[in-house]
């Protein structure tokens, strides 16, 4: 769950306005591997994320991140963005693994803490140091000296200490035994789903993702909070597992029901439609039945129920089964993993009606997302966590300086926020550009900025929060007004500046690290 590993990756497709690339190609989330990805709209498809542009009208003072496009994809964030726009608690979490520099990439999620914090959000930093040495084999002393330059980084763009947390996996003993809870939850051949391990995969490995599915909840350990996780788009299948564990740590499931026995979504969908269409006078009643419903089942084309057989097939033997059971909605908690004291508390705070059972009890008189804050509110007064699934947002690959891959191999392909600004300065003036082949068909036709990686630096980084910059740039390339020179020019610039600023400023935070209650250098190493 690392915010950005180490310099990913987008590959060149067809272009999208605010520097992304689009096209058509398979799309395989790897958290440790060199995950691309060239369609952003396949993971919609695909994987179920959903698009930021859905819930950015919810989100107060929008980051200029989310207003480009950057942050382009969501997984449940309007819980964040009405807590931020109520004053309500929330938090945000991210993690870095320290494998090399941090780079222009890490700022994308250095800024999206940093943001979060000031609109209000409890703020998570931590060093994803058991991954680093688990999944890459860094050794401890490397680790601690790279961990110091991503602190040192997110300092000075803003984090602030006194009012966040920074911590490193390997330090946390909170978190390690969350991670032993965790780990009870999860097994072998679901990590081998999500992550392609294998019998060669060594145990540290496998403990290092329980230990990042804890630094996903961990925000909510006090108490349970809307949380939000900036990502990648690779780091998805760490996010949906902490989804599905947070689930399964819940002591009560909440779920709408009609009967006494258990229906699955599809078949409590069709009960729901009988109990809707049917008249309990047809039956010579006053109450709707579950045979009644049976019966009217039987009579109907399957053809017309929309379902296959075999789930006709169910429902009709669990409604046949209740007879003359009555068919009523109501709300359904059924026991996950409660105590006996939490199985009796949640009984005893359940007000107006309802019928207890053995492993479940169903309310009349309580809608779903009232019985969903009552759960939670029982859960935590009875010793358990509570935990809301957590949220993420991600953001796009940024594109190589020369073009493809942005690899810590080639350093030309990257800016390291360590670079001498000289270097960054001349990295930019090297870097492969958008432009046509001449100046004059340039002018002619306009530049193409939706394949530029300059461009992606103005939209990204140097136009900062104006967006009438990035979009003046833009306009200008497009338009055929700006040329690459003179745009190349400008950029290295202002990427000058900005290292240099950005250099004197971590200088400046090197007391606030220290101060900080973190620790620098891991007992590990000696």
């Known amino acids: 769950m690392t ?3 180490p310099l990913e990756e987008a590959e060149q497709g067809e272009p ?3 520097g992304g690339a689009a096209g058509a190609d398979d799309v395989a989330l790897d958290p440790w591997g060199s995950s691309s990805v060239s369609d952003y709209r396949k993971l919609f498809e695909e994987f179920g994320i959903e698009e930021f542009d859905e819930v950015l009208e919810d989100v107060p003072n929008p980051h200029y991140l989310m207003r480009r496009g950057v942050i382009f994809g969501h997984r449940d964030y309007r819980p964040v963005a009405e807590a931020l726009q109520n004053d309500e608690p929330a938090a945000v979490l991210s993690g870095f693994m320290p494998t090399g520099d941090p780079h222009i990439g890490h700022k994308l999620v250095f800024d999206e803490i940093i943001w979060h914090q000031q609109q209000g959000a409890d703020a998570y ?4 140091d058991l991954e680093a040495n688990s999944a890459r084999g860094m050794r401890w002393d490397e680790i601690d000296e790279h961990a110091r330059d991503y602190l040192l980084s997110l300092l000075a763009l803003g984090f602030d200490p006194e009012e966040g947390e920074l911590y490193r996996q390997s330090e946390n003993r909170e978190l390690q035994d969350l991670a032993f809870e965790l780990g009870a939850e999860a097994n072998f051949s679901e990590l081998q789903a999500i992550y392609g391990f294998d019998g060669e995969t060594d145990v540290s490995h496998m403990q290092s993702v329980v230990t990042q599915m804890a630094d996903i909840l961990y925000p909510q350990l006090e108490e349970p909070k809307p949380t939000v996780i900036p990502v990648g788009p690779d780091q998805d299948p760490h996010v949906r597992l902490a989804r599905d564990l947070a689930e399964r740590m819940r002591f009560f499931k909440v779920s709408e029901a009609y009967a006494s026995f258990e229906l699955e979504p599809v078949e409590r969908a069709l009960v729901e439609e009988f109990y809707e269409r049917l008249d309990p006078a047809e039956f010579d009643d006053d109450t709707l039945r579950c045979v009644y419903v049976a019966e009217a089942l ?3 084309p399957l053809s017309e129920l929309g379902v296959a057989a075999d789930i006709l097939d169910s429902v009709l033997t669990k409604l046949n089964e209740a007879g003359m059971e009555p068919i009523r909605p109501r709300t359904r908690f059924s026991d996950r993993r409660a105590t006996e004291e939490a199985f009796d508390a ?3 705070a359940i007000e107006g ?4 059972y053995e492993n479940h009890v169903d309310a009349f008189e309580i809608d779903h997302d009232e019985a969903e804050e009552l759960a939670r509110q029982v859960e935590v007064d009875t010793g358990g966590y509570g935990f809301r699934p957590p949220s993420s947002i991600y953001h796009r690959f940024m594109t190589g300086l020369t073009g493809g891959k942005m690899s810590s191999s080639i350093p030309a392909s990257h800016i390291s926020l360590l670079d001498d600004p000289e270097d960054g300065y001349n ?10 082949e001449t100046a004059e068909e340039q002018r002619e036709k306009g530049g193409k900025a939706d394949e530029c990686p300059v461009y992606e630096l103005y939209a990204y980084l140097l136009a900062g929060d104006d967006d009438e910059f990035a979009k003046r740039v833009y306009d200008e390339c497009v338009g055929g007004e700006r040329l690459c020179g003179d745009c190349k020019e400008q950029a290295a610039q202002l990427m000058r500046e900005f290292l240099e600023d950005h250099q004197e400023k971590r200088d400046e935070v090197e007391e606030l690290l220290e101060a900080a209650e973190i620790e620098l250098e891991s007992p590990r190493r000696r």
């Open 346 to 348: 949640l009984i005893d």
């Open 298 to 300: 039987e009579e109907a």
């Open 125 to 128: 930093a931590l060093i994803a």
């Open 16 to 18: 999208l306005p605010d």
């Open 427 to 436: 990295k930019v003036k090297s870097a492969t550009t958008g432009g046509r």
């Open 353 to 356: 009606e309802k019928r207890v």
């Open 3 to 5: 915010g950005d590993d």
